[in-house]
């Protein structure tokens, strides 16, 4: 029995019995008098008996409890009422809760044997209350909404930028709308009877800035039913430097030229007239260098676009320059195609190629358009990334070399796209090509956060790559603490409470030009995304956490101090009325 | 008694007559009413009377009923009558007692007759129709159908009056100064003769460089009234009690007014739109004239037309540009000379037709001259006019001294005498005479035919000339010669031959054995010569054309023997066969060369590049292309509106200038498609006013100006991709297994 008994201020276990001993020796010494007298001893263990009742009032003793039937029924969102009530059969006693965000589940001297979630679950902040609890995760139905949503939050001017998602049992006749920031719709479509349906909405980004776009659900006569905000930084196009080396001058490199100098990149173009004849054009450049091929200035470059006749006419120093450019400062290089390109084998640039007697080809990106091209395609070796596809074929490719990447295409001719009218598929042929083979930027601060919204009141938590030494992020004057990944150096973690709804920051004190914008919401816009979150989140916790067994289940239950208090009294009561009688 | 009878006629008449003057004016009353009820116009409804009168009349004709008319009416309706109303109307003496006893009787008859009968009319029908338009007229007016088709049957004054509307909403509790007067007036310029033109409604049409005054006029005393115009704004002028401003019109564009009252408070007005068209250019028809016209030199040489130009504001002068050209190559002369019309241009006509005769032999011009011409014409412009220019017309006389170079067949040189017909022509020529033979006499068609056959012959001759023969006569001759040489070395009457020391012959002194003929036979060389002389180893064609050129001389040969005998008819089958070797030798002497590209000869590798560089300099090209973004302020101002829409933030200096230099951008725009924009540039005016400036406003003007900027290129742009160390010693990883 004893060893069910625990106090539960048991920290000041010493000084209460000190202080009890102390005060009784105090008053066995006052009763010092009646010294071999029955009274004496009689008095003395009264009050021996008082003190040690004042102490335990102090020492909250606790009773151990081992009756094993308590179980608990934690019900949140979206939980339902058939799970709920097979479980009271089950379960006689079963105890039920509704579940309050950001709250205690249960008194922390209550603890469950066994726990079970109805409905979407706990919020992943509240998960950590079940650590040490033996859990079950029930879940409930699945909500009705969309379900899964990606688009890129961070984009660029005239890119298009992509909304797709799940709708999860769709009301026929229902349609989703994509509305830019002015409530104008950029593109729709219309929901279907199917379990679930999958959409993608798409726009092209005209004007920089931090917008709130909307995803617009109406029904057949156009009420509003839902409105979810879409909030999308947009940033400007960023110039690229370019560097043209051709061994005569072709159309296709005076096309592209044209259209990369109109588009405001800096191009530099050395075709060669003659042996060691050169023609240098510079297109919106300020200094004019001449090319010799050193790692220092192939540095200012982003991409190089060569053929092959100047490639392998390279000597071996430029052509260690190149490699290592490429290698270690990313430095993207595009090999013009030619018939020869096809036949090389076993160089450092060469590709595996296969030969396709198709002598044109239709773009994914713009399927109803041929284009000519030469007779290969490339062979699908692990190594090489897509860039332009025909269906299974890659058409324009990538491989990397250190941080850097070498491509080329089969296209033959790209230009007789802009003697067609085409103008726009040239462009778009051209800007994806050149996009992904270029030298990428490394920035110095990158914010990155796998949750695209906020929600008011809730962890927000964000990425920061930095490669300054020990970062310092601030919201709205106050020090966010972020944490060191153990693995990555240069990768920080934090988590922030957004107090208000809208664009928010966070900020990097040492350089505050590198903002970070998020965007908060209100627990009322995408609850069906969220509570899909939920469900994930919970099913992962739940799900990897083996049920806890624990081997100390029973509760403990405080003896009433009142007890205590009515045998103090009464002893104490003793002790003044003794001497009166 | 006769004359009784007669009044009732002339009565019956006039009854008839008023009939049908009723019938007509039914027709008038009920179209003038219905117009009345449509048009609301008396004016209109009085014309409508007296136009469907008109047309009634002419129709129904009132007025043709005569006395005369009404008898045989009468005659033929009645039958008592016995067809002698005539009677009546003839006077009482000059009839037979017969005549008389009837005029009497049928007098009483028709008295009795003339009630029971009515005048022939339509009365009913036309008071049928005439109910008919009334009730419509009352229908359509009170349903008020016309106003559908009629857009403004009121002009409403107070629709054009400016609106001025208070930029603080709060001021608007007190009491707005009211406006009392608004004129724009336009002035033309001068030479357009436009008289100048007074209005209240502030939309302007009006020709660039026109003269243009506001004139505005407040009930109360008001302060700074400015005109906003784009970009600028103008200071209005107070002068008595109204405030002016005077501008040039220069382009299109959109304004308003804005003032402040004495308690401050601005108003600003609705946007008005200047719409600025300009002086076209005078344009220029000619008629009856093509655009080459070309005379031989014994023609009339006159060129004649008509030109119409038409001016929106008159024609202020005309004249045609003449330029003769003479000779030709480096020898050319050029004159030129400006030419009036025959009929005098009417300064400021807006459509003047005008006619000119251009004869050639007053410009000084020859066989082979060419004379330009076009037409120039200016309008009144100021300050400078418009010119307009018609097509250049031709006229040439022709020059027929000039020798026109041509080649026959296949030969590269012009060996054709003038003479000269070719087998074709001469198939063409018998064919002819054949055809002709019966309208000719027997002396032209023999004579004809003969001609021919000596054209046959020299055809002959001519293609024989290829075989290597000289000519016939030659060869007569050569003949000729020989015989008389013949006759000469062996004449046996020649009575000097036995003294004579002949020298001019060949072998003189007989030296030698005479084997001339006997060595010719065999000389050695004689395969190896090249021997044109005889016609039999001339070798101009080979074997087979020789066979083929001879077989064309017999047939030649035949034709001419035909032609000779005056039988043209059989000539003609051997003239086709000689056309077809003719034909066929042609075409074998052709040579067909292969048409190939351009096969360089091989270059070594070894010489390649291998030229002197020193000329050849390294060559740089600077340029900057960029194409500047497209409405960079509409652009900064949408991202203004996104803040203003969600925080309340306060407006600044920058974010109105922002919005002023978008709302410049987006007016350009406006201009060419106001329907789309104009909505947007007004609610901007507002913004930058401070008259509207709510979450609604910014939202629609946010919308229209994102509608305006275009779609944006494709362009590549610089991504990011973050580096660190983790996914460097990936990549090395892989690129050392990938070896």
Known sequence: MIDKIFFINHQWLWQTVITTLCIWLVFIWKERTKLRKKSFYVNCTISLIALLSLALIALKPSVKNSSTSFKLAIITNGYNNVQLDSLKKVYKKLTVYSYKENQALFPSYKHPETLFILGDGLQPYDLWQLDAINTIYIGGDAPKGISHFAYNTQNTVGNKALFSGKYVRPIKGHKLLLEDPAGKALDSIILNNDDSQEFQLSTNLKVKGAFVYQLVEKDSVDNIIKKDPLPLTIKEKQPLHFLIVNASPSFETKYLKNYLAEAGHKVLVRSRLTKDRYKYEYFNMENKPTIRFTQEELKTFDIVIIDLLSLTGLSNNAKNAFETSIKADGLGVFIQPESNLFNSRSRWYSFNFISNTKNTTSLEISPKNTISKFPFVFKNDISVESVLNDNSNIISGYKRVGIGRIGTSVLKNTFELQLKGKTEIYKQLWAITIESIGKKETPIIEWNSNLKIAYVNEPFSFELRATIENPIVTTKNYQIPIKRDIDIKDLWKGVTYPKSTGWNILQNNQDTTKIFKFYTINNSHWQTLKANNTIKSNKRYFGTNKPYVDTNNSTSKPINPLWFFIIFVLNLGYLWLVPKL | ?739
Not at chain 2, 112 to 122: D, F, M, N
Not at chain 2, 298 to 326: L, M, P, R
Not at chain 2, 519 to 547: C, G, V, W
Request: aromatic share 10%.
């Open chain 2, 1 to 739: 008694m006769s004359t009784k009878g007669k009044d009732i006629l002339i009565k019956f008449t006039k009854q008839w007559r008023l009939t049908l003057g009723l019938e007509v004016f039914l027709y008038s009353l009920g179209a003038s009413i219905c117009v009345c009820f449509l048009s609301h116009s008396f004016i209109l409804s009085f014309i409508a009377f007296v136009l469907i009168g008109g047309i009634a009349s002419f129709v129904v004709k009132p007025w043709k009923p005569n006395i005369k008319s009404s008898s045989s009416f009468l005659d033929n309706q009645i039958d008592s009558l016995e067809y002698s109303t005539g009677l009546l109307l003839l006077p009482w003496n000059g009839h037979s007692s017969l005549a008389k006893l009837q005029q009497l009787k049928i007098s009483k008859k028709v008295k009795e007759a003339v009630k029971e009968i009515k005048p022939p009319h339509h009365l009913k029908r036309a008071s049928i129709f005439t109910l008919l338009l009334i009730g419509l007229g009352f229908v359509l007016n009170q349903f008020s159908i016309v106003d559908y088709f009629n857009s403004s049957p009121k002009p409403e004054t107070n629709g054009d009056s400016i609106i001025f509307k208070a930029n603080d909403s709060i001021s608007n509790l007190g009491e707005a100064p009211k406006l009392v007067e608004q004129w724009v007036t336009i002035r033309y310029p001068q030479y357009t003769n436009i008289p100048v033109q007074r209005a209240s409604k502030m939309d302007i049409k009006a020709l660039e460089s026109s003269q243009l005054n506001w004139e505005i006029q407040f009930d109360s005393q008001i302060d700074n009234v400015v005109m906003q115009n784009m970009d600028n704004e103008y200071q209005m002028r107070l002068n008595k009690a109204s405030y002016i401003w005077n501008t040039t019109l220069s382009n299109s564009g959109f304004y308003n007014f804005k003032f402040e009252d004495l308690q401050g408070n601005s108003y600003s007005s609705d946007l008005y739109a200047i719409e600025v068209f300009k002086d076209a250019a005078p344009t220029i028809k000619l008629q009856g004239l093509n655009q080459f016209t070309s005379f031989n030199y014994d023609e009339n040489k006159i060129v004649e037309f008509k030109t119409t130009i038409v001016d929106d504001f008159g024609v202020a002068d005309a004249y045609i540009i003449a330029t003769v050209s003479k000779g030709s190559g480096e020898s050319v002369k050029f004159r030129e000379e400006k030419l009036n019309f025959d009929n005098s241009l009417k300064k400021g006509a807006k459509d003047t037709t005008l006619s000119k005769k251009i004869n050639l032999d007053n410009m000084n011009m020859e066989p082979g001259d060419e004379l330009y011409f076009y037409i120039e014409a200016k309008d009144f412009k100021t300050p400078k006019s418009n010119t307009a220019r018609s097509e250049t017309y031709f006229a040439v006389i022709r020059d027929t001294t000039s020798y026109e170079f041509g080649v026959e067949g296949t030969l590269g040189v012009d060996r054709m005498p003038d003479y000269f017909r070719s087998q074709r022509q001469l198939i063409i020529d018998t064919e002819r005479l054949i055809e002709n033979k019966k309208t000719l006499t027997k002396e032209d068609f023999n004579f004809t035919s003969n001609e021919l056959g000596f054209d046959q012959k020299s055809l002959r001759l001519k293609y024989g000339a290829f075989m290597g023969e000289e000519s016939e006569m030659a060869i007569a001759n050569q003949e000729n010669a020989e015989f008389a040489q013949h006759e000469i070395e062996y004449d046996p009457n020649d009575p000097l031959a036995g003294y004579k020391h002949d020298h001019d012959s060949e072998n003189e002194h007989n030296l030698v054995e005479d084997k001339t003929a006997k060595k010719e036979a065999d000389n050695p060389l004689e395969e190896y010569m090249h021997n044109h002389d005889d016609p039999e180893k001339a070798t101009l064609f080979e074997e087979s054309l020789r066979i083929k050129l001879k077989k064309a001389l017999n047939e030649m040969w035949d034709a001419e023997l035909y032609l000779r005998l005056y039988e043209p008819e059989k000539s003609l089958q051997y003239q086709y066969k000689a056309l077809k070797y003719i034909q066929e030798i042609k075409n074998s002497a052709r040579i067909y060369v292969h048409r190939i590209g351009f096969d360089p000869p091989p270059i070594k590798e070894d010489k390649r590049l291998t030229g002197k560089l020193e000329e050849v300099k390294s060559f740089r090209k600077n340029e900057t292309i960029t194409q500047e973004e497209l409405f960079p302020f509409m652009r900064l101002a949408i991202l203004e509106l996104e803040d203003f829409k969600t925080n309340n933030t306060l407006f600044t200096e920058e974010s109105i200038k922002v919005f002023e230099k978008a709302g410049n951008e987006l007016s350009a725009l406006a201009v060419e498609f106001p329907s789309k924009y104009l909505t947007t540039l007004q609610q901007l005016r507002w913004i930058i006013d401070g008259s509207q400036r709510n979450k609604e406003t910014f939202v629609e003007v946010q919308k229209g100006l994102l509608m305006a900027i275009p779609r944006p290129n494709n362009n590549p742009s610089k991504t990011t991709s973050p580096v660190n160390e983790i996914n460097q010693l990936l990549l090395k990883e892989l690129d050392i297994h990938d070896r």
